[in-house]
C-alpha cells in the first residue's frame, strides 16, 4: 500500500513538473519582438509579416556586422561604389524627413550586415515569400506603403499600410545622385536584386540591384 501511495505521488510529482514545463514552453513561443536596437543605439518598431520579423522602417546603422564603421557620404563626389559607403537622401541628415527615411546603401555596406545582432538583410527568396503572402506583387505594395501623402509619399495610390511595414517614398542614390523621394522606395536584398515601390500603384516590383546605385535596407530576423 506505502508502494502504490510512492508510486502515485512520483506519478503526480512528474505529472506536475511537465505542466510547469509545458506551461514556460508557451510562454515563450508567445513572446513576440515588438522592437530592436541596431549598432548606432538607433531603435526601430518591429512587425510580424508571413511568420517573419521585420523592421518597421529603414535602417540607419553606420557600423558593419563587425563594428567596423561605414563612409557617410557628404556630397555626390563622396559616393564610392568600391569600398562601403552610405549616405543620407540629398546628403541632408537634419532635414527630419529624410532621417524618418534611413540611409541609402551601396552594395559593398548591404553585403557587411549592418543589420542589429541576430537579423540579417533579407534574401530575394523571403521577400517573394512575404510578397506572395500579402497577394502577390500586384496588390502588395498597397500594403506595404505608409498612408502618409504628403511627407513621404506624394500621389500615393491604393496604400492601406495593413502589414505595418510602414514604407516610405525614400528614393534611392543613382551613382550619387539622389532620386525619387516620395516617388518610390527601393529595398535590397541579399541577392543584389532589389524590390521597389511607387506611389502610383500597388505593386511590388523587382529589379537587378547596381553596384553603383544606393538603396534602402529592411532588416529581417527568423521567428523562434
Known sequence: MKKYALFTRNIISLLLIALVFISVSCKEKKE???NVTDRNGNNYKVVVINEKY???????????????????????????????????????????????????????AM???????????????EWNSMIKSL?????????????????YWVGNTGATNSTGFNAYGSGFSNNGNCLGYRTSAHFWTSDMAIREL????????????????????????DMD
Open 32 to 34: 513576440v519582438i515588438t
Open 54 to 108: 521585420w523592421m518597421a522602417a529603414n535602417l540607419k546603422s553606420t557600423k558593419t556586422k563587425s563594428g567596423q564603421n561605414i563612409t557617410i557620404a557628404t556630397a555626390p563626389t563622396q559616393w564610392s561604389t568600391t569600398q562601403a559607403c552610405c549616405s543620407w537622401y540629398a546628403y541632408n541628415p537634419t532635414y527630419q524627413y529624410y532621417q524618418d527615411c534611413g540611409l541609402l546603401y551601396n552594395s559593398v
Open 111 to 125: 553585403k557587411t550586415n549592418p543589420c542589429p545582432e541576430g537579423w540579417r538583410v533579407p534574401s530575394a527568396s
Open 135 to 151: 497577394g502577390g506583387a500586384n496588390v502588395a505594395g498597397g500594403k506595404l506603403k505608409s498612408k502618409n501623402n504628403h511627407e
Open 198 to 221: 511607387a506611389a502610383n500603384n500597388t505593386a511590388v516590383s523587382f529589379a537587378n540591384g547596381n553596384t553603383t546605385d544606393g538603396y534602402s535596407i529592411r532588416c529581417i530576423k
